[in-house]
């Protein structure tokens, strides 16, 4: 009696299973394959189903320059010492003010000379017959920074300072002045975001799409540089044998500037 129930529970539950999976089959949903797009098709179909943060389009746009420095900045120092502090710094004033107003008669306008360091200390000597240090009085240096907006002028800043009595050239370094390097950045912004305008054109037009407005703009680029003559740097004004000897024609060269624009273009 228990094997003929057992059997017909194993046949019950077999006959369960069966009808289950014939149900399950009959109401599955008929699954529609998806056509594969090349081409054009590829490109209409998937930019417009793409959400709008995504239909964008990256290009970088370029500009250079060959720019020629229009500035010079002089650095030039009087060096004096002595016993007394004040006898010092008149006889440093008195040739510091003889050679400022010999350059303004050049053309040097009062607001182009900076006084970059002025320092006033003692100083001394070690005397080895007495075997110590020995205090021999007070050094004075004064060094201004002097802006010539034409280049031309350059040489004869220099032999000024020889004949006023200045005993140092620091450097002469050359660059852009304010009003050139707006005006070329400016020029070079503007030639940047034309390039990355018509990268971006290109390839909507090869995509077959069309670009929309300006989504987000970064600039990158070098920055103004300094070009300085080192035949200068350090040199001691001696007199006019020396700086004739020491002073090259001034011509510095060209230099190329560079801005690059990071631009992002909606798709439309």
């Avoid at 289950?20 to 998937?46: K, N, R």
């Avoid at 034309?194 to 987000?216: E, F, M, R, T």
Wanted: glycine share 6%; aromatic share 8%.
């Amino acid at each position: 009696m228990f094997i003929k129930i057992h059997t017909i529970s194993v046949a019950f539950v077999l006959f369960l299973f069966v009808i289950g999976t014939v149900v399950a089959t009959s109401i599955q949903p008929e699954l529609i394959e998806e056509p594969v797009l090349y081409g054009e098709d590829w490109c209409g179909t998937q930019w417009t189903n793409l959400p709008e943060y995504q239909r964008t389009i990256h290009v970088q746009g370029n500009s250079e320059m060959q720019v020629s420095p229009d500035t010079a900045k002089v650095s030039l120092t009087v060096h004096t010492k002595g016993e007394n502090a004040n006898i010092v710094q008149e006889e440093n004033s008195e040739k510091m003010d003889e050679f400022i107003r010999a350059i303004q008669t050049l053309g040097i306008d009062k607001e182009d000379i900076q006084t970059s360091n002025y320092r006033l200390y003692s100083w001394g000597e070690y005397d080895r017959l007495l075997q110590k240090h020995v205090d021999k009085g007070f050094r004075l240096t004064h060094t201004i920074t002097v802006t010539i907006d034409d280049l031309d002028d350059v040489g004869d800043v220099l032999q000024t300072a020889v004949e006023s009595g200045i005993n140092q050239v620091g450097n002469v370094q050359f660059t852009l002045s304010d009003t050139t390097q707006k005006e070329i950045t400016e020029k070079l912004l503007q030639n940047a975001g034309i390039d990355a305008h018509a990268k971006a054109n290109s390839i909507a037009s090869g995509l077959d799409v069309k670009i929309g407005q300006v989504i987000s703009v970064v600039e990158s680029g070098n920055m103004p540089m300094v070009w300085y003559d080192t035949n200068y740097r350090g040199m001691e004004m001696l007199g006019d044998v020396e700086m004739a000897a020491m002073s090259p024609p001034i011509a510095p060269q060209d230099q190329t500037m560079h801005v690059s624009l990071q631009v992002e273009f909606s798709i439309v």
